[in-house]
T-cell receptor
Framework: DAGVIQSPRHEVTEMGQEVTLRCKPISGHNSLFWYRQTMMRGLELLIYFNNNVPIDDSGMPEDRFSAKMPNASFSTLKIQPSEPRDSAVYFC????????????FGPGTRLTVL | SQKIEQNSEALNIQEGKTATLTCNYTNYSPAYLQWYRQDPGRGPVFLLLIRENEKEKRKERLKVTFDTTLKQSLFHITASQPADSATYLCALDNGSGNTGKLIFGQGTTLQVKP
């Protein structure tokens, strides 16, 4: 298996633009997680899905952020409009079930908002 | 408030020595705790999971302890090697019943010198 796949790996955009990050979880995994990592705040959970259904989005910073999982093999995280404070590395992770299973992280998308 | 604390300062040790990293938490009652390794520019990689009813767990040169009274986990790497240099993150479930929602510490950077 190729592991969790994220695209793009790097994104540079201007303030106010829409940004869409993409994730393909490991085949057969039922849970998907979106995280954001910054030096100041560390690794923070934004939202997670179980069987394509959003379970907890309490970590989503504000209404500018939205996430979807239309099927078991694809998820998106959208920021509209983007702001410089959104600059961070965004990770997607998947696990077999939502319980105590290991989470497998993707390589991340480094987002820079100018 | 809930808090997870790891040594913020980098840990520098000599090759062959044992590295000990600390994870302390407050106002949590986690059912389990996980340790991850993160290399620069990459996503975290799972190392070990220890449950609340386990005192100690080992995997090759790695050992983790979990003291729910002290609210502390210790992560040991014996016979350390320069290849062990990385940032190590501890993560707790948030205590609300095996939801898979992990809360991560800020991480401790380990540097093993040859």
């Amino acid at each position: 298996d190729a592991g969790v796949i994220q695209s793009p790996r790097h994104e540079v955009t201007e303030m106010g633009q829409e940004v869409t990050l993409r994730c393909k979880p490991i085949s057969g995994h039922n849970s998907l997680f979106w995280y954001r990592q910054t030096m100041m705040r560390g690794l923070e959970l934004l939202i997670y899905f179980n069987n394509n259904v959003p379970i907890d989005d309490s970590g989503m910073p504000e209404d500018r952020f939205s996430a979807k999982m239309p099927n078991a093999s694809f998820s998106t995280l959208k920021i509209q409009p983007s702001e410089p404070r959104d600059s961070a590395v965004y990770f997607c992770a998947s696990s077999l079930r939502s319980s105590t299973d290991t989470q497998y992280f993707g390589p991340g998308t480094r987002l820079t908002v100018l | 408030s809930q808090k997870i604390e790891q040594n913020s300062e980098a840990l520098n040790i000599q090759e062959g020595k044992t590295a000990t990293l600390t994870c302390n938490y407050t106002n949590y009652s986690p059912a389990y705790l996980q340790w991850y390794r993160q290399d620069p520019g990459r996503g975290p990689v799972f190392l070990l999971l220890i449950r609340e009813n386990e005192k100690e767990k080992r995997k090759e040169r790695l050992k983790v302890t979990f003291d729910t009274t002290l609210k502390q986990s210790l992560f040991h790497i014996t016979a350390s090697q320069p290849a062990d240099s990385a940032t190590y993150l501890c993560a707790l479930d948030n205590g609300s019943g095996n939801t898979g929602k992990l809360i991560f510490g800020q991480g401790t950077t380990l540097q093993v010198k040859p």
